[in-house]
């Protein structure tokens, strides 16, 4: 295999974390030597501590480690007040919103604003320990309900703005908790939408939830339920802006983050204190190589993990610029990312590759009509990026000075776990590169053994890293079964992260997708499992195998085969068809929207009635299917199936 390698332009960086690769195996070196010390070095260097730690990692209960144990900080102190002795006047946040509206918020007036909202909470009786859920638009209240719950202890779960009541609810009832913060509302290419009658849906029926704190930003007509609803606009004048923080040890939970699973409903990954900012401020350092005068901007939504470490945990730790937008990057053009980078002069540019996919199509030449010269870094982060799309990033977007960084890393991991360095790493277009110093990513097979180059394995991580997730809350043995049993490395189990990858013969490592049966459109992490739950609703559908499709633009789309209880007609199937996505759209949201429904007689089954999926997924992707199909239950519906769906593409 014969593939280019791009240096990274020295004359961009000026002081970066690492200047060369030697700086690098030097750092990995010292990990290895000295695992916990070299962690603990770390802790001690970037957190502030009320009191230090008296062990770096305990493993006593593994795979239920412990880091940083016997250590006090509070996560908004290390976010906030730390930073007010030199950098009070400096941007935190600068918002930009869909209709260009512009806030800035100094870090003065975040620690007001935070403090305000935590003492709001208080009042309503959220103590530490307490769950509270955010369903918000990308305003700034977002952030400042986030830290306002770190503050005072309070576990936040924020649930994307896209799901459904259904799946809201879902959340909150796993999470149990006693308040939701959300907004009326908030605009997206131009017009409002509303996020309030979805939280109300969601609460019939509900008791566990005492409060719900409406922001007001679209200001259209919302229902207001007496005694449970109060306005934030109205309550958050009279409070304090003062409000100490609260002693938090370094494993209490800060957060949960709901993710999709292979199977059964969605998991509420929960993060500790320390680990997880120590790592978040880090990376910052080192990935984005953030420096005090930078602007830095991430497009991710809040409510995913990106949004959580690399718009409002991570920048603000490391006492950066984190620009943060409501709106939609094609909105009103394809030039408006590439306007805002011009206006702001973002210095870090940190993206999906489905939104580079989109810009690319429907503006290839857009960002020459810009001046883009701040830009130093622009990352990438999701899903596999395809060497097109990252092309186009690097030369018209980057003008083939800026270093890319294509970030692999989950909800799981809280932050980086393979990526290149962007002053140091010699680049190849696609390949994810190396693991970050301290991370101990391999590729193996189930025996612990290294993958030989070009042979596909199972990407796992050997050792336990500060800011990996803790357990599933309220499930811990769901958490040993999801990580810890598929891969084991001298005889012990490791965190295997649902990815196939693979090592080339300079041992880069490609990352080749998911192995489960977990699927990635536009950037979300959808459960197939979830998608078939919600189609099984409809009463005419016996049986649903969902898989994913290469997609051009959303990297992959939901792909259903779908057997009904009786015979149908083609106008049947069309209504059948609309049927199933306005299930979906209740259940889940209209993310999981199914692309492509194959009405087939039956599915491939063994003959102890499991569903072999691999050949589904073979189909769908129009693959030759290389299993052997005579042991199935049916050997001839494999034929069926595909003569259905050449016909439905
Ligand atoms: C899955 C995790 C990490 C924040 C956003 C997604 C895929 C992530 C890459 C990348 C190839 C990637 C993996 C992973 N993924 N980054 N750079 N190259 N694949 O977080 O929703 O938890 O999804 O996203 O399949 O397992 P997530």
């Given at each position: ?6 240096y990274?332009k ?25 695992y ?7 802790a ?5 501590w ?10 006593s ?5 412990k880091?940083f144990?016997g250590?006090?900080?509070n ?16 941007a935190?946040?600068i918002?930009?919103?869909d ?5 800035i ?5 975040l ?5 305000r ?10 103590k ?6 955010i ?18 202890g ?8 896209g799901?459904?009541a259904?799946?809201?609810?879902d ?8 308040v ?12 409002p ?14 008791d566990?939830v ?14 207001w339920v007496?005694g449970?609803?109060i ?12 409000c ?11 957060f ?19 680990g ?11 990935v ?7 602007t830095y ?14 718009i409002?945990?991570g ?5 950066a ?9 094609t ?8 306007k805002?980078?011009?206006e ?27 001046d883009?010269?701040s ?14 799309a990252?092309?186009?990033y690097?030369?018209v977007?980057?003008?083939g000075?800026?270093?890319?960084v294509?970030t ?16 140091a790493?010699p ?11 301290g991370?101990f ?6 025996t ?11 990407l796992?991580?050997?050792k336990?890293w ?8 309220g ?5 040993v079964?999801?990580?810890?049993s ?7 189990p490791?965190?295997f ?6 090592y ?8 080749t ?14 459960g197939?499992a979830?998608i078939?739950?919600?189609?099984k ?15 051009e ?12 209880k ?8 069309m209504?059948?068809i ?12 209209a993310i999981?929207?199914?692309d492509t ?15 072999m999926?691999?050949?589904?997924r073979?189909?769908?992707?129009g693959e ?5 199909t ?11 199936i ?8």
């Amino acid at each position: 295999m014969l593939q280019e390698v791009y240096y990274p332009k020295k004359e961009m960086f000026k002081d970066p974390a690492f200047k060369n690769m030697c700086e690098y195996h030097e750092l990995v070196e010292e990990f290895e030597k000295d695992y916990e010390g070299t962690w603990a070095k770390f802790a001690r260097e970037k957190i502030t501590w009320f009191e230090d730690f008296k062990q770096t990692l305990d493993t006593s209960n593994a795979p239920f480690y412990k880091w940083f144990v016997g250590g006090k900080l509070n996560v908004a102190y290390q976010c906030i007040d730390r930073h007010l002795e030199n950098r009070k006047n400096k941007a935190a946040i600068i918002w930009e919103g869909d209709n260009g509206e512009k806030r800035i918020i100094t870090y003065l007036e975040l620690y007001r604003e935070v403090n305000r909202f935590a003492n709001l909470l208080k009042s309503l009786g959220v103590k530490k320990g307490d769950r509270v859920v955010i369903y918000m638009p990308m305003i700034p209240e977002a952030a400042f309900a986030m830290l306002a719950c770190a503050r005072i202890g309070a576990i936040h779960s924020v649930v994307f703005g896209g799901f459904s009541a259904e799946a809201l609810k879902d959340r909150i009832l796993d999470a149990e908790a006693k308040v939701v913060i959300t907004a009326d509302g908030a605009f997206r290419k131009g017009s409002p939408y509303m996020l309030k009658p979805t939280v109300d849906i969601a609460l019939e029926g509900v008791d566990i939830v005492e409060k719900v704190i409406v922001v007001e930003r679209n200001n259209e007509d919302i229902e207001w339920v007496s005694g449970r609803d109060i306005s934030y606009n109205d309550l958050i004048v009279n409070q304090s802006d003062e409000c100490p923080a609260e002693i938090m040890d370094s494993e209490d939970p800060l957060f949960l983050l709901y993710t999709s699973g292979s199977t059964g409903k969605p998991k509420g990954v929960q993060h500790a204190q320390a680990g997880y900012i120590l790592w978040a401020q880090l990376t910052m350092e080192w990935v984005f190589d953030i420096k005090d005068n930078d602007t830095y901007w991430c497009t991710a939504d809040i409510g995913w993990i990106t949004g959580h470490t690399y718009i409002v945990y991570g920048p603000l730790a490391a006492g950066a610029t984190t620009l943060m937008f409501e709106g939609v990057l094609t909105y009103p053009d394809s030039g408006r990312a590439w306007k805002m980078v011009e206006e702001y002069k973002v210095n870090q540019f940190y993206t999906a590759p489905t939104a580079i996919r989109l810009l690319n199509k429907m503006g290839p030449d857009e960002p020459k009509k810009y001046d883009l010269s701040s830009l130093r870094i622009l990352g990438t982060v999701g899903e596999p990026i395809d060497p097109p799309a990252w092309k186009w990033y690097y030369e018209v977007v980057g003008g083939g000075r800026c270093s890319i960084v294509d970030t692999w890393w989950q909800t799981e991991t809280g932050g980086h776990m393979i990526t290149p360095l962007p002053a140091a790493t010699p680049v190849k277009p696609a390949s994810a590169t190396f693991p970050l110093p301290g991370i101990f990513a391999e590729i193996i097979d189930e025996t612990g053994e290294r993958m030989p180059a070009h042979e596909k394995g199972l990407l796992c991580i050997t050792k336990p890293w500060p800011s990996m997730i803790r357990t599933i809350w309220g499930d811990p043995e769901r958490f040993v079964k999801s990580y810890f049993s598929t891969a084991k490395k001298m005889g012990e189990p490791v965190y295997f992260s649902g990815d196939g990858a693979m090592y080339d013969e300079d041992g880069y490592i490609w990352i080749t997708g998911r192995v489960d049966d977990v699927i990635n459109v536009s950037g979300h992490r959808l459960g197939t499992a979830e998608i078939e739950a919600a189609i099984k609703k409809h009463p005419l559908i016996a049986e649903v195998a969902v898989v994913g499709r290469p997609d051009e633009i959303k990297g992959e789309s939901v792909f259903a085969y779908v057997v009904l209880k009786g015979e149908d007609t083609v106008a049947e199937e069309m209504e059948i068809i609309k049927e199933i996505n306005e299930i979906v759209k209740e259940e889940i949201g209209a993310i999981a929207k199914v692309d492509t429904v194959a009405f087939v007689p039956g599915l491939p089954k063994t003959r102890s009635g499991k569903i072999m999926r691999r050949i589904l997924r073979a189909i769908a992707k129009g693959e030759a299917i290389t299993q052997d199909t005579s042991t199935l239950e049916d050997p001839k519906v494999v034929e069926a199936i595909i003569e259905v769906v050449n016909s439905c593409i």
